[in-house]
Structure formats: C-alpha cells, structure tokens
T-cell receptor, first 108, second 115 residues
Framework: KNEVEQSPQNLTAQEGEFITINCSYS?????LHWLQQHPGGGIVSLFM???GKKKHGRLIATINIQEKHSSLHITASHPRDSAVYIC??????????FGAGTILRVKS | EAGVVQSPRYKIIEKKQPVAFWCNPI?????LYWYRQNLGQGPELLIR????????DSQLPKDRFSAERLKGVDSTLKIQPAELGDSAVYLC?????????????FGQGTRLTVV
C-alpha cells in the first residue's frame, strides 16, 4: 500500500465549479506539500502546511494531523487550473514521499 | 531570481549509451534533490544532498546511476549504461533546508527517452 494516496485520480469539472482533491497518508509526517504540475512543465509549490488551513487566492489547503488527511480546494475553477495536483508528505528525516497525483481538467 | 535550472530539457538516446543531466539550484539552497517521475506517477527520490554530502541515496540504483555535487552547488546525475526502463522525467529540486520546514522548488525536468 502506498504511503500517500490521492483521490480522485482524474477529475473533470466545469468552469466555476468548486473542486476538492483529497490526500491521505499512513506515516508520521512533519509537513505536507501541495504541488502543481503542468504538462511539459516543472512542478510548482502551492502550499506547505503542518497544521490548520492556508489560503492563497482561489486555493485553500487544509490538513487534519489526527486523521492523517489533507484537502486542496479550488474555488471558482478556471480552465487554466487544469494540471496535475500532487500531494507530498515530509516523513521524519526530511524525506519527501509523493502521491501519484490528481489529473484535473476544467472545461469552459 | 532564477529558479532551479535543469538541462537538457529533452534527451533521446539509444539503450546502453551514457547520459548526464545537469542541475543548477537556487542560489543559497543547501539541499538538492534528484527525483525520477514515471508517466502517471508521482516523483520518487533518487538522491538528496545537504551541501556536497549525499545524505540519502538509498533509492539510487548504484550499478548504473551516479551523482555528484561538487562544491555544494551544481549537480550532475549520470546513467551509464541507460536501459529502456530508464525513460522518465528526471526532476531536480532545491530548498534552503529540509522540506519539513522549507518549500522545495523544482526545475522543469529533463525528459529522457531511451530507445
């Protein structure tokens, strides 16, 4: 079983919809990262969090340490949000373990 | 400020040939990572450097892969000889320190195709 599981694997939404991507992990962590990867592009860090909630523009990330779960929300989704969203956890010892990613497509 | 720079962006080689990737991290970032990302999967760590020291290379296939980070700045990752299964995107990332406290910044990656 993978240490980091993301759901859904694929997500198609209409422009303007509220989107949620989930990440569950099974190991002890010191932090969790949400990353965005565009086709042919590199990876961009969206959030790094170890507790609570963070907001940046239309993106919101939450984490529940007790439940070992994090969510990434996108409000008022737009076609330019189409990308792969990756959850990565920092295991003790500073090792990053990545989920497989969620492929998001937002249609206009 | 320039981000993490990788070269080349794309590389196509025949199997059994050698190949090398180069990474220039963000200035001042002590920690450098090399990841391999297969299609449809998340990146997997190959090696992590703290300055010039490789502190985690447990996932690096040492029979054919090697890496170096001379002077604790730029890094190269080499595969010799390459195999068909090495086709993947090789990502370099850097951070000020451990990713428990610092964001990791990623390069554009090198897409390797072995034919």
């Amino acid at each position: 079983k993978n240490e980091v599981e993301q759901s859904p694997q694929n997500l198609t939404a209409q422009e303007g919809e509220f989107i949620t991507i989930n990440c569950s992990y099974s190991v002890g962590i010191s932090a969790l990262h949400w990353l965005q990867q565009h086709p042919g592009g590199g990876i961009v860090s969206l959030f790094m969090l170890s507790s609570g909630k963070k907001k940046h523009g239309r993106l919101i990330a939450t984490i529940n340490i007790q439940e070992k779960h994090s969510s990434l929300h996108i409000t008022a989704s737009h076609p330019r949000d189409s990308a792969v969203y990756i959850c990565a956890v920092v295991k003790y010892g500073n090792k990053l373990v990545f989920g497989a990613g969620t492929i998001l497509r937002v249609k206009s | 400020e320039a981000g993490v720079v990788q070269s080349p962006r794309y590389k196509i080689i025949e199997k059994k040939q050698p190949v090398a990737f180069w990474c220039n991290p963000i200035s001042g970032h002590n920690t450098l990572y090399w990841y391999r990302q297969n299609l449809g999967q998340g990146p997997e760590l190959l090696i992590r450097y703290e300055n010039e020291e490789a502190v985690d290379d447990s996932q690096l296939p040492k029979d054919r892969f090697s890496a170096e980070r001379l002077k604790g700045v730029d890094s190269t990752l080499k595969i010799q000889p390459a195999e068909l299964g090495d086709s993947a995107v090789y990502l370099c990332a850097s951070s000020l320190g451990g990713t428990g406290a610092f964001e990791a910044f990623f390069g554009q990656g090198t897409r390797l195709t072995v034919v």
